[in-house]
């Protein structure tokens, strides 16, 4: 059979630890055989980042603006224990929040569903992909305590001084807290249109939520964007796949999701996208599950795990012991990257290269052969889980492929 044969590269982010291991074996086993697989390597692995002064984390996001598409193994973050053991020169910043601020995105988070895994709702049928404002609010928040006595004013000042006063609370009967927080309308906009775009790319309707009813002018700002967006830029798109925008309240959402079978993106503001984001993953089964896509305003894609580098398997590899580490969520990031690549440059052969990959992945599972994590949560009558090592999944997955 000949290779599929790319036109432009993928943006080809190599990473950490257990998943730069897997990342090497999953282009080895499940991509180099079938695909001419063309790539611009970026090494954004700590030891590299260190000795580049991190430039080829901005290298990398750069190419991702210029080409569109990148895949994005998972990187350390390093703290002071990692400056330590990788004898750093610095404490390098977090790698994804490097790419985020030069891309300006919008993280999606989506689980990869097996029958046999189930949700613990169990009436969650399709996925819930779950995208969270990474800007503002309580995370850029100012606060301080009050002293009894105290008054505490939001004052808005231009160049011909005071514009606004308002008295947020006397505290004459005893002490307490205030805080402050803000958001742009340009971050709004960036997020909403993140938003529209994914929901479009994925087809599935979009829910956005927040608390406008208490408050009037903040979250009703949030609202407004989105509605006036929608109306004037997405509407007739909206109509046309067949899909529908929904705003409704931040309480009414949670509800309505949890009644729900999925199958929808879940916009949501950063601190009930951060809260909520935890509940979604948890309550789908496995962190090895769980892809992530950053989209940015402008239609830029990247594609990742939203797990980490699973630093303990890493030693057990280092000493030379089996590993059962689920490569599930890095396989996606791939089969993302690849199937948009193909969408964006009119190449099906790889599109379909790509949902077959990832059928025959979710097959192996459902068929019983998975890595650890996997087995405990794994329930189908008539299948015995098995547990495979890191690379015996892999295999499994490519005997599939190639029947
Ligand atoms: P982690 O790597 O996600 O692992 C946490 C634990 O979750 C693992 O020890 C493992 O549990 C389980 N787990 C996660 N992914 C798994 C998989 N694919 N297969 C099987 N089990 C899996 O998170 P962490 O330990 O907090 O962070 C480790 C490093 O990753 C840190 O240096 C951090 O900076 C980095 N990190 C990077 C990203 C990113 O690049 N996007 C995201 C998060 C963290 P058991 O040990 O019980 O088996
Ligand atoms: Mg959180």
Same mark, same amino acid.
Not at 111 to 132: D, N, S
Not at 153 to 164: D, F, R, T
């Given at each position: 059979?000949?290779?599929?044969?790319?036109? +432009?590269?993928?943006?080809?982010?190599?990473?950490?630890?257990?998943?730069?291991? *897997?990342?090497?074996?999953?282009?080895?086993?499940? *991509?180099?055989?079938?695909?001419?697989?063309? $790539?611009?390597?970026?090494?954004?692995?700590?030891? /590299?980042?260190?000795?580049?002064?991190?430039?080829?984390?901005?290298?990398?996001?750069?190419?991702? =603006?210029?080409?569109?598409?990148?895949?994005?193994?998972?990187?350390? +973050?390093? /703290?002071?224990?990692?400056?330590?053991?990788?004898?750093?020169?610095?404490?390098?910043?977090?790698?994804?929040?490097?790419?985020?601020?030069?891309?300006?995105?919008?993280?999606?988070?989506?689980?990869?569903?097996?029958?046999?895994?189930?949700?613990?709702?169990?009436?969650?049928?399709?996925?819930?992909?779950?995208?969270?404002?990474?800007?503002?609010?309580?995370?850029?928040?100012?606060? $301080?305590?009050?002293?009894?006595?105290?008054?505490?004013?939001?004052?808005?000042?231009?160049?011909?001084?005071?514009?606004?006063?308002?008295?947020?609370?006397?505290?004459?009967?005893?002490?307490?807290?205030?805080?402050?927080?803000? /958001?742009?309308?340009?971050?709004?906009?960036?997020?909403?249109?993140?938003?529209?775009?994914?929901?479009?790319?994925?087809?599935?309707?979009?829910?956005?939520? $927040?608390?406008?009813?208490?408050? =009037?002018?903040?979250?009703?700002?949030?609202?407004?964007?989105?509605?006036?967006?929608?109306?004037?830029?997405?509407?007739?798109?909206?109509?046309?796949?067949?899909?529908?925008?929904?705003?409704?309240?931040?309480?009414?959402?949670?509800?309505?999701?949890?009644?729900?079978?999925?199958?929808?993106?879940?916009?949501?503001?950063?601190?009930?996208?951060?809260?909520?984001?935890?509940?979604?993953?948890?309550?789908?089964?496995?962190?090895?599950?769980?892809?992530?896509?950053?989209?940015?305003?402008?239609? /830029?894609?990247?594609?990742?795990?939203?797990?980490? +580098?699973? +630093?303990?398997?890493?030693?057990?590899?280092?000493?030379?012991?089996?590993?059962?580490?689920?490569?599930?969520?890095?396989?996606?990031?791939?089969?993302?990257?690849?199937?948009?690549?193909?969408?964006?440059?009119?190449?099906?052969?790889?599109?379909?290269?790509?949902?077959?990959?990832?059928?025959? $992945?979710?097959?192996?599972?459902?068929?019983?052969?998975?890595?650890?994590?996997?087995?405990?949560?794994?329930?189908?009558?008539?299948?015995?889980?098995?547990?495979?090592?890191?690379?015996?999944?892999?295999?499994?997955?490519?005997?599939?492929?190639?029947?």
């Amino acid at each position: 059979m000949a290779k599929i044969q790319m036109k +432009t590269p993928l943006v080809e982010m190599d990473g950490d630890e257990m998943t730069r291991v *897997l990342w090497q074996w999953i282009k080895e086993d499940l *991509l180099l055989p079938y695909i001419d697989l063309k $790539t611009e390597y970026y090494d954004l692995g700590l030891v /590299n980042r260190d000795k580049t002064d991190d430039g080829v984390t901005v290298a990398a996001a750069e190419a991702n =603006k210029k080409y569109g598409v990148g895949v994005k193994c998972a990187t350390i +973050t390093p /703290n002071a224990q990692r400056v330590e053991e990788y004898k750093l020169k610095k404490m390098w910043k977090s790698p994804n929040g490097t790419i985020r601020r030069i891309l300006d995105g919008t993280v999606f988070r989506a689980p990869i569903l097996a029958k046999g895994i189930t949700p613990y709702v169990p009436g969650w049928k399709k996925p819930i992909a779950l995208a969270r404002h990474a800007y503002g609010d309580v995370y850029a928040g100012v606060e $301080t305590r009050a002293a009894a006595g105290d008054k505490a004013y939001l004052v808005v000042e231009n160049e011909g001084g005071v514009k606004e006063k308002l008295l947020i609370q006397d505290f004459a009967a005893g002490g307490g807290i205030v805080q402050a927080v803000h /958001n742009l309308d340009k971050s709004i906009q960036s997020f909403a249109r993140s938003c529209f775009n994914y929901a479009l790319g994925a087809n599935m309707p979009l829910w956005f939520a $927040t608390k406008d009813t208490i408050s =009037k002018t903040y979250d009703h700002r949030f609202k407004d964007i989105f509605a006036e967006i929608y109306e004037a830029e997405y509407k007739k798109k909206f109509e046309e796949a067949g899909i529908e925008y929904m705003y409704t309240l931040i309480d009414d959402a949670v509800a309505r999701v949890i009644r729900s079978e999925g199958g929808m993106v879940w916009a949501c503001k950063n601190y009930d996208g951060d809260v909520m984001s935890d509940m979604v993953a948890t309550a789908y089964g496995s962190l090895g599950m769980m892809t992530s896509v950053l989209v940015s305003p402008e239609g /830029n894609y990247e594609f990742e795990a939203a797990h980490g +580098t699973v +630093t303990r398997h890493y030693y057990k590899h280092l000493k030379g012991e089996e590993t059962s580490t689920n490569s599930v969520a890095t396989i996606f990031a791939w089969t993302g990257a690849l199937a948009k690549r193909g969408e964006l440059d009119g190449i099906p052969a790889l599109t379909a290269f790509a949902k077959k990959l990832e059928e025959a $992945t979710v097959r192996t599972i459902e068929e019983g052969e998975m890595t650890g994590d996997l087995v405990a949560l794994f329930k189908a009558e008539g299948v015995t889980p098995k547990k495979l090592s890191s690379r015996e999944f892999l295999r499994a997955v490519k005997r599939r492929l190639d029947a």
